[in-house]
T-cell receptor
Framework: GESVGLHLPTLSVQEGDNSIINCAYS??????FIWYKQESGKGPQFIID?????DKRQGQRVTVLLNKTVKHLSLQIAATQPGDSAVYFC????????????FGTGTRLKVLA | DGGITQSPKYLFRKEGQNVTLSCEQN?????MYWYRQDPGQGLRLIYY???????QKGDIAEGYSVSREKKESFPLTVTSAQKNPTAFYLCASSIRPGGNEKLFFGSGTQLSVL
């Protein structure tokens, strides 16, 4: 069935280093992807999105890479800070078909001082 | 400040009781959604609404009901028929319906059973 999953449940990174969080998707029809950050007990916060006509998009300290050939996307966070500690998850959607997004289970990012 | 407001933050339900979770948005978004979040699982869609006075069942609609009488409001009722209601409930909205629109979330309501 459809799925959007993350490779690792927990990622520990030293403060100041770069973080890379990965996500795989199975639905070939997915053509729009969003990365969210969720802190404990709070709602998901939009970080960055990318459409399938792009393979890279940059924001402030974040970059999303999309590889449609292997159905994989990644979120890179530059110079990781303690405030980046949270669960990150991806969501995949499609312009056609149902109005439904498929969400990954999330990776917990721990920033070590 | 524009955004999505969910209330209450914490809610407790007794056996056989219906409870209603509030969701209000002032983003002028057409589409609104309710998701359920359980530990270790991805978000699952309960109901969604593309426009006022219209709503559709999602993947796990059993035991839940919604209404969309106003554009800004999309309340979710967890009925006594929902036997496992303990979860974190998230309301979301997008400017238009569709799977290629930015989806914004509220701060969530944690529902627990007494």
């Amino acid at each position: 069935g459809e799925s959007v999953g993350l490779h690792l449940p927990t990622l520990s990174v030293q403060e100041g280093d770069n973080s890379i969080i990965n996500c795989a998707y199975s639905n070939s029809a997915s053509d729009y992807f969003i990365w969210y950050k969720q802190e404990s007990g709070k709602g998901p916060q939009f970080i960055i999105d990318i459409r399938s006509n792009m393979d890279k998009r940059q924001g402030q300290r974040v970059t999303v890479l999309l590889n449609k050939t292997v159905k994989h996307l990644s979120l890179q966070i530059a110079a990781t800070q303690p405030g980046d500690s949270a669960v990150y998850f991806c969501a995949g959607g499609a312009a056609s078909g149902t109005y439904k997004y498929i969400f990954g289970t999330g990776t917990r990012l721990k920033v070590l001082a | 400040d524009g955004g999505i407001t969910q209330s209450p933050k914490y809610l407790f339900r007794k056996e056989g009781q219906n409870v209603t979770l509030s969701c209000e948005q002032n983003l002028n978004h057409d589409a609104m959604y309710w998701y359920r979040q359980d530990p270790g699982q991805g978000l699952r869609l309960i109901y969604y609404s593309q426009i006022v006075n219209d709503f559709q069942k999602g993947d796990i609609a059993e035991g839940y009901s919604v209404s969309r009488e106003k554009k800004e409001s999309f309340p979710l009722t967890v009925t006594s028929a929902q036997k496992n209601p303990t979860a974190f409930y998230l309301c979301a909205s997008s400017i238009r319906p569709g799977g290629n629109e930015k989806l914004f979330f509220g701060s969530g309501t944690q529902l627990s059973v007494l």
